[in-house]
């Protein structure tokens, strides 16, 4: 049985490339970056190296690229260096971030006295930015604002140039969790007013374990993890060279792909149009006309006695795809994003996401696979 991924949001396979870079640089380049020996200095310059890649293809300097083990640690450290450094006490986002960002805020909330301020979302999961513009009017200069640029569950896509732009005509931080856009739309940090950003390797087809923030050079934010001077005192703890070389290989030929976006793009319209076919009820979640991301389809089935094992029976048969809800107390719910958005809870929400290798093919047994099991169970 040939399997399918239909789970790109989730996570990336290794691109060829990145793979044989990495193995090179684990075999040869395993000296510790911070040593002076030539081992430790071959390691150090690839570690340099990546990072003016990176700086390059984002229109940073070099100076604003740190590396660390996730955007879950990068999101982390940025949202919790603010409060103890920066004297951050109120933090604006919206109810659809990441749950690295919305358990952070609790964390900030319930711990370090911290006001979370979290703008409404409309039923497609787009903020209103007069909502934010006027929150910023009557901020003080202890307030930032925390909003991710690309939505993971539902594909929605803020407009982080106007909210960057209110961000600097009302002198406030700006923080964008841009994990699902970066390696996939072009990202110039030149002409986006954000003060810190995140990205991680594993969603744009470089290893896991490997990420990195950019912090606009005005800030100067003190070391969070202590230890060595790694990473410019930044984030203490040996580099992960090879992984770091994978990041920045794979960002490199992601963003040289020309294609990438039509191809998923058009994966995504043709996956809707045949889903529409089969099940007319089907809801779309997320924009769809405009300000979407092109490789995450979110579609929620109509009501039916097979909608809590659909994932189960996919994955059965080969198809490996993302819910889009918990299963709490043996009752399914809906996650966070669907309730923000106002989601039918009767009914089964299912993201696909695509990628650099997913086929027409693919789409067609996932969409037959589903109409089986809906058709064979009544
Ligand atoms: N932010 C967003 C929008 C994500 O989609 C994810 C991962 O799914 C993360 C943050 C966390 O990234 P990582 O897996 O590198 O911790």
Known sequence: MN????????TTSLHPEVIQLMTKVLSENYGNPSSIHSHGRSAKMIIEKSRKTVARLLH???????????????????LKNCVAHLGIDTIIST????????????????????????????????????????????????????????????????DIKTIGGLCAQYNRLYHCDAVQ?????????????ADFLSGSAHKFRGPKGSAFFYVNKKHNLPPYIHGGS????????TENTSGIAGL???????????????????????????????FPHIIFNGNQDTMYLPHILSASFP???????????????????SSASACSAGVETDSHVLQAIGHDPDRKTVRFSFGQESTIEEVDRTVEHITKIYSSHG
């Open 3 to 10: 399997k399918i991924f239909l789970d790109h949001a989730s």
């Open 303 to 321: 009501p039916h006695a097979q909608n809590s094992t659909l994932l189960m029976n996919l994955d059965i048969l080969g198809v490996s795809v």
């Open 95 to 158: 109810p659809t971030e990441h749950p690295c960002i919305l358990r952070t805020l609790e964390y900030l909330t319930a711990h370090h006295d911290v006001k979370t301020v979290l703008l409404s979302v409309d039923n497609n999961g787009n903020i209103d930015t007069e909502e934010l513009r006027s929150h910023l009017e009557i901020s003080t200069a202890s307030t930032m604002v925390s909003i991710m640029h690309g939505n993971n569950e539902i594909g929605t896509i803020h």
């Open 60 to 78: 940073a300097a070099p100076s604003e690229i740190f590396f660390m083990s996730s955007a879950t640690e990068a999101n982390n450290t940025i």
């Open 181 to 193: 856009t970066i390696g996939k739309l072009p990202i110039d940090l030149n002409q986006l007013n």
């Open 230 to 237: 790694q990473e410019r005192n930044m984030r203490a703890g």
């Open 248 to 278: 920045a290989k794979a960002l490199e030929l992601s963003l040289k792909d020309p294609l990438y976006a039509i191809h998923v793009h058009n994966l995504r319209l043709h996956m809707k149009e045949k889903l529409l076919q089969e």
